[in-house]
């Protein structure tokens, strides 16, 4: 497809599991970012790559927290030993390049749920 | 805050109004954006005004911003159901210009 794909779309686990998010940028797209957005209100930036870059990790919460990407393509982001405060639905942005003038491309995001 | 601070956070008119949402920022921005949420999507990218623009127009979409008071609007007009979403407001700092921070948002409902 053309435009960026997150998966799953809706996860459940229990307290202290690990899970992990993926997410499909749009082709081409050097920059990805990956928010959380808590039921009703914004988006709260989370970490942002930019080709070979060393990623900006200035927003994640707690070492729980971590984030990989292989090149320009695929990201995954991994919570472990998951907490009920957790609970959110993750968004994945990507844009053509880590300039302030690009607009960003949204997937739809993972609900993710800890009970 | 460093966040954007969006006024109304909820906004409910008729069909065929106009709506305007506003948003305040604290520190200097590179430029401001406007995005779009329907429920359980992902935003949607509406406008991108720079900081030394003081109005941009698409379709029915207006956007001001005025950099001495810190603040943007977003005006639609001939609003439809369909305009029916949240809206956010998101910019870039001068530092740090890469992430995009973004405003609490405002929840339009545009009644038939």
């Known amino acids: 497809g053309a435009g960026v794909s997150q998966s799953p779309s809706n996860k459940v686990t229990e307290k202290g599991k690990d899970v992990e998010l993926r997410c499909d940028p749009i082709s081409g797209h050097t920059a990805l970012y990956w928010y959380r957005q808590r039921l009703g209100q914004g988006l709260e930036f989370l970490i942002y790559f930019q080709g070979n870059s060393a990623p900006d990790k200035s927003g994640l919460p707690s070492d729980r927290f971590s984030a990989e990407r292989t090149g320009e393509s695929v990201s995954t982001l991994t919570i472990q030993r998951t907490q009920q405060e957790d609970s959110a639905v993750y968004l994945c942005?990507?844009?053509?390049?880590?300039?302030?003038?690009?607009?960003?491309?949204f997937g739809d995001g993972t609900r993710l749920s800890i009970l | 805050s460093q966040q954007g601070e969006e006024d109304p956070q909820a906004l409910s008119i008729q069909e065929g109004e106009n709506a305007t949402m506003n948003c305040s920022y604290k520190?200097?921005?590179?430029?401001l954006q406007w995005y779009r949420q329907n429920s359980g999507r992902g935003l949607v990218h509406l406008i991108l005004i720079r900081s030394n623009e003081r109005e941009k127009h698409s379709g029915r979409l207006r956007v001001t911003l005025d950099t001495s008071k810190k603040s943007s609007s977003l005006l639609i007009t001939a609003s439809r159901a369909a305009d029916t979403a949240s809206y956010f407001c998101a910019f870039t700092r001068i530092q740090g210009a890469q992430k995009l921070v973004f405003g609490q948002g405002t929840r339009l409902t545009i009644n038939p």
């Open positions: 942005a990507s844009s053509l390049g880590g300039y302030s003038n690009q607009p960003q491309h």
């Open positions: 520190t200097s921005i590179n430029n």
